[in-house]
């Protein structure tokens, strides 16, 4: 199993949008790396959902459900994917920006190393020490 952390713009698409939608197909990645990211999700990984920009922080859990397929959102033919996401577990209390950054244990988390990049991997101890501060 492999562990990410995908971005969003609460005012764009929220952790509420998604839960009430039950999941949606990640479109919309116009980077390569990112989307490089999205080619090596596989079903039942694991995925932290952040709130960018405004909020700045992790709300909570999402499970991969469908491998990397052409974006809908994209011109035919073109380099870009989406992936599946279902909600898995919101967090208890959101871990905000501030808090990652005074870990040191996450000092090499994709998210504070490449802050502009959407699709992020993560090393399971980071992911489970995001986990923890989300915990109740």
Avoid: C, I
């Amino acid at each position: 199993m492999n562990y990410w952390l995908v971005k969003s713009e609460p005012e764009a698409y929220s952790w509420a949008d998604f839960t009430r939608d039950a999941g949606t197909d990640w479109t919309g990645v116009r980077n390569y790396q990112a989307r490089n990211n999205l080619q090596a999700m596989q079903p039942g990984d694991l995925v932290l959902f952040y709130h960018s920009v405004s909020e700045k922080a992790v709300v909570g859990v999402a499970l991969v459900h469908a491998a990397a397929a052409p974006d809908a959102t994209a011109e035919a033919g073109s380099p870009w994917v989406a992936v599946h996401l279902r909600p898995h577990e919101a967090l208890a209390r959101p871990v905000p920006l501030a808090a990652l950054k005074a870990e040191p244990r996450l000092s090499q988390m994709g998210l504070l190393r490449q802050s502009r990049l959407s699709v992020t991997p993560l090393r399971p101890e980071e992911f489970d020490l995001v986990l923890e501060l989300g915990a109740a």
